[in-house]
């Protein structure tokens, strides 16, 4: 079956601008999480989603970086004027109800100029 | 702070030569641990979960075993094709469902 799917796949923006990734999690799959991954760096937790629960937003780097899940499937991450820092691979992952593993898509290599 | 620790960073085995990477973590209270691969230019691919000391699960020519307070991820008889960037990820108790990963071992095969 089809897996997580994100786009853009790539992404070069200018400092100062807004960007917006998108995320398709596998079908069934209630459970949507963030991860960003740096240059030189290992995965670094963002934002999880768990159904119609409130999400933990507890590893967003600043308040410029906001997402969205809407109807339960289809998540946005947001990242308002974009600094030079946030240069990384946004990566998405879900799960399915009642498993712990989580499947990745192939990530957003996003470039701030 | 929760931490993951792999070793070696990188790895050059030559084909048909086994090997084993490192996983530590800190902290008690671990949920599960989560072996991940991850070829150049794309995301994680899921290998392995294991959640209790003493665990063991086998894919192909890999394995993965769990102590206390580390795993081994064992590579038998490797090809050329089994090079990649190995990810060691960890959820804890008291973690929520976030991973905490480690920085990988560059696994390296040569033929």
């Known amino acids: 079956g089809a897996g997580v799917s994100q786009s853009p796949s790539n992404k070069v923006t200018e400092k100062g601008k807004d960007v917006e990734l998108r995320c398709d999690p596998i079908?069934?799959?209630?459970?949507l999480y963030w991860y960003r991954q740096s240059l030189g760096q290992g995965l670094e937790f963002l934002i999880y989603f768990q159904g119609n629960s409130a999400p933990d937003k507890s590893g967003l780097p600043s308040d410029r970086f906001s997402a969205e899940r809407t109807g339960g499937s289809v998540s946005t991450l947001t990242i308002q004027r974009t600094q030079q820092e946030d240069s990384a691979v946004y990566l998405c992952?879900?799960?399915?109800?009642?498993?712990?593993?989580?499947?990745f898509g192939p990530g957003t290599r996003l470039l701030v100029l | 702070e929760d931490q993951v620790t792999q070793s070696p960073e990188a790895l050059r085995l030559q084909e048909g030569e086994s090997s084993s990477l490192n996983c530590s973590y800190t902290v008690s209270g671990l949920r599960g641990l989560f072996w991940y691969r991850q070829d150049p230019g794309k995301g994680p691919e899921f290998l392995f979960t294991?959640?209790?000391a003493g665990e063991e699960k086998e894919k192909e020519r890999l394995k993965a075993t769990l102590t206390k307070k580390e795993s081994f991820l064992h590579i038998t008889a490797p090809k050329p094709e089994d090079s990649a960037t190995y990810l060691c990820?960890?959820?804890?108790?008291?973690?929520?469902?976030?991973?905490?990963f480690g920085e990988g071992t560059q696994l390296t095969v040569n033929p």
């Open positions: 990820a960890v959820k804890w108790e008291t973690s929520g469902s976030r991973l905490t």
């Open positions: 294991l959640y209790s």
């Open positions: 079908s069934g799959h209630t459970a």
């Open positions: 992952a879900s799960s399915p109800p009642g498993l712990e593993t989580q499947y």
